[in-house]
C-alpha cells in the first residue's frame, strides 16, 4: 500500500488542475459550443495554430456585438439605396434597364463585400486566455494577421474600466493587463463581463503561485 508521503509526492506532480477546479468563472459559465459567442468559456470547438503541448483555451473573447452596430446601420443603407434613391436621379432613370441590373448587382456585390469584410474583422479579431498564456489575435485582412502573447506568470496586474450608459447595462468594457513581458500592455477592448475576466485572470495567476509551491509540472 502506498504510504501518505507517496500519496502526497504524487498529488504534488500532477499535472494542472481542470480548469473548473481553480475557476469560479469557468465553473460558473461552463462549456460554450457556440463559435459566434463574444465570452465563450472552453469553447471546444476553437483552436490556434501556436498553441503549446497540453495548453488549452479557457476564454475566447471577441468585441460585444453592439459595437457591429454601425457597420450594419451603413449596410443597411447600402442595401435599400438603388431602390429607393436611383430611380430619382435622372441620369439613372434614362439607363437601359439590361444596364440599370447591371449596375444594381455590382453594388449589391460590392455592399456584400463589405459586409463580408466587416464579419470577418470582428470574428478573428480576438483575445484568447489560455491556462498558459494571454495570447491577442489583430486581424487585418485575409493575407495579414498579427498576434502577440504573455504568459500567466508575467502578468502584474489587471484594471476593468467600464463607460458609457449603455455599456454598464449591457456589461460590456475594456480589460487592461500589465506585464512584466515585452508586450507591456494587453487591451481587451469593449468585451462582455469585463468584471468576469479580470477574475478569471487573477484566478489563473493565483494557481499559477499554487503550482510552484506545490512543485507541481508538466
Not at 67 to 87: D, E, G, K, R, Y
Not at 88 to 101: D, E, G, R, S, T
Not at 168 to 174: E, K, M, N, Y
Amino acid at each position: 500500500m502506498p504510504t501518505s508521503q507517496a500519496k502526497a509526492k504524487a498529488q504534488s506532480q500532477r499535472v494542472h488542475r481542470h480548469p473548473t477546479e481553480y475557476s469560479s468563472v469557468l465553473a460558473k459559465h461552463g462549456e460554450c459550443a457556440n463559435i459566434l459567442h463574444s465570452f465563450a468559456t472552453l469553447p471546444p470547438e476553437v483552436g490556434y495554430e501556436a498553441l503549446l503541448d497540453e495548453e488549452k483555451i479557457l476564454l475566447l473573447l471577441r468585441q460585444h456585438p453592439i459595437t457591429n452596430l454601425h457597420w450594419m446601420l451603413i449596410a443597411v443603407v447600402m442595401l435599400i439605396t438603388p431602390f429607393v434613391l436611383l430611380p430619382f436621379f435622372p441620369p439613372f432613370a434614362m439607363l437601359p434597364v439590361a444596364f440599370k441590373f447591371v449596375l444594381i448587382l455590382f453594388w449589391l456585390l460590392f455592399t456584400s463585400g463589405f459586409v463580408l469584410e466587416r464579419f470577418l474583422v470582428w470574428f478573428y479579431n480576438c483575445f484568447l486566455i489560455t491556462d498558459e498564456r494571454v495570447i491577442d489575435i489583430d486581424f487585418f485582412s485575409l493575407v495579414f494577421k498579427h498576434s502577440s502573447f504573455a504568459q500567466i506568470d508575467k502578468i502584474q496586474d489587471v484594471d476593468t474600466q467600464v463607460g458609457g450608459v449603455l455599456y454598464s447595462l449591457l456589461d460590456v468594457g475594456d480589460v487592461i493587463v500589465q506585464t512584466a513581458s515585452e508586450i507591456p500592455q494587453f487591451e481587451i477592448e469593449k468585451v462582455p463581463h469585463p468584471s468576469q475576466v479580470t477574475k478569471l485572470l487573477n484566478e489563473l495567476m493565483y494557481e499559477e503561485e499554487q503550482e510552484k509551491i506545490e512543485g507541481r509540472t508538466r
